[in-house]
C-alpha cells in the first residue's frame, strides 16, 4: 500500500512562490513515476501539473505552468517538490500527488495508481 503525504500549501498574492513536497511510503521504487494534479474551485475535473519519473530526469510540465513550476525528486528519500514561481489567482486549488507505474508519467487521471490527500494553493490578486 502506497501512502502519499503532501506539504506546503498556503494563501499567497500573486507574484509569490512556494514549494510543495511530497513524500511517499509503500511501494514506490526508482522505477516508479510521481506527479501532481491539481482541482480548482467549482471544477470537477483534475488536470495534470507536472511529473516526474523517480529513477531519472524525465519529466512533464504543463503547458499552463511552464516556465513557472519546476518538479524535481529525491530518490532516496522518495520525496518529489513542485517549486512554483510567479503565482497566479489562476494557479489556485488543491494540489495532489500522484504516483504511476513505470515510466509512465502521470499526465492523465487514467494513468493514476495513486493519489493523495491533497494541500490546498490559494493565490489572491
Same mark, same amino acid.
Request: charged letters at 20%; hydrophobic letters at 35%.
Given at each position: 500500500?502506497?501512502?502519499?503525504?503532501?506539504?506546503?500549501?498556503?494563501?499567497?498574492?500573486?507574484?509569490?512562490?512556494?514549494?510543495?513536497?511530497?513524500?511517499?511510503?509503500?511501494?514506490?521504487?526508482?522505477?516508479?513515476?510521481?506527479?501532481?494534479? #491539481?482541482?480548482?474551485?467549482?471544477? #470537477?475535473?483534475?488536470?495534470?501539473?507536472?511529473?516526474?519519473?523517480?529513477?531519472?530526469?524525465?519529466?512533464?510540465?504543463?503547458?499552463?505552468?511552464?516556465?513557472?513550476?519546476?518538479?524535481?525528486?529525491?530518490?532516496?528519500?522518495?520525496?518529489?517538490?513542485?517549486?512554483?514561481?510567479?503565482?497566479?489567482?489562476?494557479?489556485?486549488?488543491?494540489?495532489?500527488?500522484?504516483?504511476?507505474?513505470?515510466?509512465?508519467?502521470?499526465?492523465?487521471?487514467?494513468?493514476?495508481?495513486?493519489?493523495?490527500?491533497?494541500?490546498?494553493?490559494?493565490?489572491?490578486?
Amino acid at each position: 500500500q502506497v501512502r502519499l503525504v503532501e506539504s506546503g500549501g498556503g494563501s499567497v498574492q500573486t507574484g509569490d512562490s512556494l514549494r510543495l513536497s511530497c513524500v511517499a511510503s509503500g511501494y514506490v521504487y526508482d522505477t516508479s513515476s510521481m506527479g501532481w494534479f #491539481r482541482q480548482a474551485p467549482g471544477k #470537477r475535473d483534475r488536470e495534470a501539473v507536472a511529473a516526474i519519473f523517480m529513477g531519472g530526469t524525465t519529466t512533464f510540465v504543463a503547458d499552463s505552468v511552464k516556465g513557472r513550476f519546476t518538479i524535481t525528486q529525491n530518490n532516496a528519500t522518495r520525496t518529489i517538490y513542485l517549486d512554483m514561481t510567479s503565482l497566479e489567482p489562476e494557479d489556485t486549488g488543491k494540489y495532489y500527488c500522484v504516483t504511476s507505474v513505470g515510466r509512465i508519467l502521470p499526465t492523465l487521471p487514467a494513468l493514476v495508481l495513486d493519489w493523495g490527500q491533497g494541500t490546498q494553493v490559494t493565490v489572491s490578486s
